[in-house]
Every structure is written in C-alpha cells, then in structure tokens.
C-alpha cells in the first residue's frame, strides 16, 4: 500500500466553514485513500458533518474552540495564542505529526504564524508564496505572490530553485523551464535587481530547469515556460491584474450573449461548450497557494472557494509529499 | 470655425507604412476638418497614397529618405540624426509648426528623440508614457507604462497629476478619480515608496481630482477609479499581463466555440453579439500611448495596427489639443 499522507486542517477557515472543508476533505478522500486528515476546530461543529463515506480511521478531530478571524491583523492573529485552530495545524507539522498543513483561512496570519513555528530550509532567507497558472498548454508556477514586497537578487535566486522543485513535484513528468518576470526580453531591459539575477541564474550549471531568461507580462500564459519568478510586489499585481481582466472579459461576454433573444437561444445551444470553455477556467482547479522555502509546506486554500477548491489544494497537499519537495528544494539549493 | 489643430506625423513607422498612415488620416479628417497634417516621409509614396477626400490644403507633405527602423536601439536611432521622418516630425513640434507629434515607429526611439529635443514642464521631473484601458463604466488612464523603470515619490505624484489632466483633456465631462496600483487597499501595504506617495496625495486639498488610495490589480477594470498610477515596471508588467490574459480567453473561447459542429452553428447564431463583444474589447480602441510632461506632448501609435487604429490616435491627438492638455498640466503642477 502507499506511504500514509498526514495532513494537518484547518478546519475553521474561509467562508463556509467547516461544512465546505469537510465535504472537501471526503471528496479529497475518494481517490486518495492513503490520506489521514489531523482536522482541527468544533470538534461537535465538525463531527456532525462528517459523511459516512469518510472512514473512521481515515481522520482525528483535534477540538478547539478559538479561532483566527478574517479580520484579524497577521500581528492581532499570532497573539490569541496557540490554541487556535490555525495555530494547531501548524504546530502539528512542526512536531512531525503531520506532514504538512492546509488553512483557508486568514492568508497574512498564516503566513506569520508559519514563520514563528516553522524553521527555514537552510540557505533560503526568505520563504514565498506561489500559485498555479493555466497556460496555453497546461499550467506555470508562479512565485513570488506578496509574500516578500521588497526582494534582491539572492531572492529571486531562490524563487527561482523553489518554483522549478515544485513544477517537478506537482508534474513530474514534466521539465520545468524557468523565466524572469520582466519589461522586455533583452538583456539590457529592467531594474539592476533583476539584471543581476539573469547574469547570476545564466552562470548555473547542471540544474534540474532550463532557464529561459525573461519574460513578459503578455506572455504569461503563452506555455513557452512554466516557471516565473517575480518579486512579491510585481507577481502580486500581475497574478490580481490577470484575475481582474478574465472577469471583466466574462463579465462583458455574458453582457453580449444575454444582450438579444438570439443570443440567448444561441447560447443555450451552445451551452456545453460555454461549461467546457468555463471549466478550463475554473478557478478552483487553481485553488491554493503554496508558501514554500519553509521546512514543511503550508498550503492557503481561497477563504471564498468551494469544497471542489478546498479538495484540488488537498490534492496539492497530496502531490507535494508525494513529489518530496523540500528534499527538492534542498538539492537545488545546495 | 474651430481652431486648427496642425498634427506633425512621421509617416514611416510600423507595419504597412505609409500607407495605413495616409488611409488614417484620411479616416480621420472626415470628423476632423479643422486637422492639418505635417506628413514626414518619402514624399512620391505618399503622393501616390492620397485618397481625393483629402483636400489638398488640409496637409503638407515634408520629404525624407531617412527613416528610424524598428530594429534601431534608441541610441542608434538617435545617431541617424536630424533627418529621420521621426526627427523631423518632432522637431516640427519644438519650433511651434505643429501642436502635437504622432508616430507609429520605435517606441523607444521616439521617447528618446522626443527627450532631446523638447523641454519637460517645469517641475516635473520625469515624463511618463500613458494609455487608454477599458473598463466597466468607460475607460481608464494608466501611468507610467514603462519609461521610467525606478521612481520615486516625487515622480508618482507628478503621474497622478498628469494623468489626471490628460483624463480632464480626453473625457472632459467627467471627474477624474485617482488611484495607486499596490498589492492590497489597507494603508499599511505596499513599499515605502508608495506608503510615502499616499500620504502625500493624501494631503493635496484642491486638485481637480478626486484621490482614491490605493487599487489592487483585480480592481483595475471595475471602474471605480479612471487614473491609475504606477511606477514604469509595475504598470508595464499589469498592462502587458492584462494584455496576455485577453489573448489567453479569447483564443480558448475560440477553441471552445469551434470545437464541435453544435458549436459552430450556435457561433453562427451568436455571430451579431459575437461581433458586439469584440468591438468592446477592439484593441484598436486603445491604440495610442501618450507620452507627457514634455511641454508637448507625443502620441505613439501601435506599429503593429491598422489605419482605424491609426486614426482613432490622431483623435487622441485632437482631444488633447482641444482639451489643453499642457496648460492642465502645468495648472495641476504649480
């Protein structure tokens, strides 16, 4: 049988919650059983929502009743103790009873909280957040998201051998081909920050990526490279401003489709093909950030997602161990 | 009858020049017959390009051979000297032949031209290279996009001046609402540089504009705020991201609506709100990027559209002049 994943849930986080993160741990649960799910928070809350399609022994319920709101300061957060239920999650991972943890909610605190409970990989000075990006041609991993606002070359560097680790980890049979966010593709292009970071990852040998120089805002999605490294600041802004623009063009294409009785007869007709279209857009399939650079991953599940979202980060979560990822890391940054 | 507004263009850059040059202005002068053109190039090509709707006191041809190619660095385009269509046209606009400078050529080219021959406003120390969005409610002006790679306070602030005049000049019905591109709407995020560029916004009272703090780069498009404001790097990479993700939707729509014999037939149907929606998203719309704070100002034109595309900057070019651009400017400045 394959290895057991321990997962570590916050099980009081995000909207919906904890319904939507039960109903996406049993979903998860399905086509992974070698997962055993540490779910922390309302133990009755949570056990009355419990399916019974989820087995027995597949979980353990770690009751608390505090809990990190979604208004609480990342500072505010940290100081209502160790009991919260975010908190919990964390510390289990720290004390090796899980093997990584899973919050959607407060993104700021569990990024904090994170760094007060979990040690950094070696020679990493700054974790980052990174996320899944559909492109032409699958997905990228972008990094880094905000995690870092002001960053140098060394940085980058390791953004850099942390999102190669985990493309490898999440696609395996993949190669994963590096790129430097930036204002144009020659080498005279862009900030001293990010000249030097180019000289540097050009100078490298025998890495496990390609490293493919830069790119531009336009072709983030082009599948040209899957690997794009950004300081937090920039990614933040590209990843929102890609977000901002898919709904304000789907916003203004249902504005056009249901603008005449035409276009709404045709739409009907065309209705599967608009859900296969929607479907390859699907946010949920891009659920999850992955803050990494710590010595065990901690995933952000979106506060707002469902539990279809909820269950592809666990499935993140699932991939991530399965791919050995820190060990990745590790040997990239030795 | 109006005042004449004389627009210097330089004929000979981007694709199919001069002749979608000539079919734009020709397109242009039909609303714009107080226009005079200074064309700039190969004096017997375009003779042979003028359509007979162009009365022949509307324009005046100035021959040159020399043209700035695409492939010039901005330096070498600049050693090519003072006879370039490019040179000239700008030059016409230094001694006060012309009120406004198009061009479809080098973008780099034409920034660094521009700096050598005209002034900067007084106390602007840095131009910016702007252009139009779309958004829900109409559109947006977006600065700077790219000329200035590093900035300081002193320069956003100068862009939220600026573009907010050319908002005034383009859209003089409506007020200008400004706002900061950063990673999150609480006042604490973001860099130092622009934590110090809101707090001085934030204390200018008596602008003709309204100042909205910070936008994330998901809100860029609902149109809450028409000036948005970045450093060079930051709006370029959201531009040419927003760019991309355009690109990415449009063409998995198109695979989507053409994948199966139902689905071409319904596009059929659907072929007139089709059409609706991307005239919405019609870049063409869009064209023209506006350099400013020169005392005047230079439109650059997309080499890679087409005359209407043309011919929608040359009303860029009109509305500004109408609107006073650099007298706004100035006002807004001292």
Avoid at 28 to 36: D, R
Avoid at 147 to 152: L, S
Wanted: with cysteine.
């Amino acid at each position: 049988m394959d290895k057991v994943i321990k997962i570590a849930v916050d099980a009081m986080g995000g909207d919906g919650s904890p319904k939507k993160i039960i109903d996406g741990i049993a979903h998860h649960y399905q086509k992974n059983k070698n997962s055993f799910y540490l779910i922390f928070g309302n133990k009755e809350k949570i056990e009355n929502l419990i399916p019974k399609n989820l087995n027995n022994d597949s979980y353990k319920i770690i009751h608390t009743n505090e809990i990190v709101e979604g208004t609480d300061t990342p500072l505010g957060a940290a100081k209502r103790g160790k009991n919260t239920s975010m908190w919990l999650s964390i510390n289990s991972v720290k004390n090796k009873e899980a093997d990584i943890v899973i919050s959607a909610g407060n993104t700021g605190a569990l990024l904090v909280i994170a760094k007060l409970n979990l040690k950094m990989i070696d020679n990493i000075d700054k974790p980052a957040l990174s996320a899944l990006w559909p492109n032409k041609i699958g997905m990228s991993v972008v990094l880094d998201l905000g995690a870092n606002v002001e960053c140098n070359d060394k940085n980058l560097i390791d953004f850099a051998f942390m999102g190669s680790a985990l493309f490898n980890s999440l696609y395996p049979k993949e190669k994963s081909k590096v790129a430097l966010l930036n204002i144009g593709s020659e080498e005279i292009k862009g900030n001293e920050m990010i000249k030097s970071t180019y000289q540097k990852l050009n100078q490298i040998e025998n890495s496990d990526y390609e490293f493919k120089g830069y790119i531009e805002g336009n072709e983030l999605m082009n599948g040209d490279v899957n690997v794009i490294v950004a300081d937090g600041f920039t990614g933040n802004v590209a990843l929102k401003t890609a977000e901002g623009t898919a709904n304000f063009i789907t916003s203004e294409l249902k504005k056009t489709m249901s603008g005449s009785i035409m276009g709404k007869i045709s739409s009907l007709l065309n209705i599967k093909n608009l859900k296969k279209f929607k479907k390859r857009l699907d946010p949920r399939l891009y659920n999850g950030a992955i803050f990494i650079g710590l010595d065990s991953p901690v995933i952000k599940s979106h506060g707002g997602t469902d539990y279809i979202g909820f269950s592809n980060s666990l499935n993140v979560c699932t991939k991530i161990i399965e791919g050995n990822l820190v060990e990745k890391i590790k040997k990239n940054i030795s």
